[in-house]
């Protein structure tokens, strides 16, 4: 499975960012599509994450600005994220996990905010 971000970039804080995650390659059927960020120095986190079902799970961090939302017909996971401040700067990954909880990561995009 090849996972392929997009949409990272440097914004002024209160500003609007759209991620996606697209993935390709994969017979089986995708379960979870979600989206981690690690800043320098951090561990990697949830921001969130969706469910096949369509249930969404948020980090309270993100929790009323952030969106996550699925295009199962393009295999394309998206997070739009509002009124971004300088402490979301960290590089952004999707995962996706698909059959028997086989896990795959994208290769990182980076969001920077400036103050």
């Known amino acids: 499975v090849q996972l392929v971000e997009s949409g990272g970039g440097l914004v002024q804080a209160g500003a609007s960012l759209r991620l996606s995650c697209a993935a390709s390659?994969?017979?089986?059927?995708?379960?979870?599509m979600g989206w981690y960020r690690q800043a320098p120095g951090k561990q990697r986190e949830l921001v969130a994450d969706i469910s096949s079902g369509l249930r969404t799970n948020y980090a309270d961090f993100v929790k009323g600005r952030f969106t996550i939302f699925r295009d199962d017909a393009k295999n394309t996971v998206y997070l739009q994220m509002n009124s971004l401040k300088p402490e979301d700067t960290a590089v952004y990954y999707c995962?996706?996990?698909?059959?028997?909880?086989?896990?795959?990561w994208g290769l990182g995009t980076q969001v920077t905010v400036s103050a």
């Open positions: 995962k996706v996990v698909i059959s028997w909880g086989i896990t795959y």
């Open positions: 390659g994969s017979a089986f059927s995708i379960n979870v």
